[in-house]
């Protein structure tokens, strides 16, 4: 199944993994943000990891 949509939830605390994790799709200024037209397809074992190792699981993803 492929990812359709990714965000991040109220609670980010910029720890930074997701963007070590996935520079493609995540950038972390004072949060983490997902970046515009961002390639999920191409990024999804990536953007899984990242939501698996989010310390305080706030990175949420949608399969179509």
Known sequence: M???KVWVEDGCISCGLCEEVAEDIFEVDEL???????DFEANE???????EGCPVEVIKFEEE
């Open 2 to 4: 492929a990812i359709k």
């Open 32 to 38: 983490s943000e997902v970046k515009e037209g961002a």
């Open 45 to 51: 074992d990536a953007i899984k990891e990242a939501a």
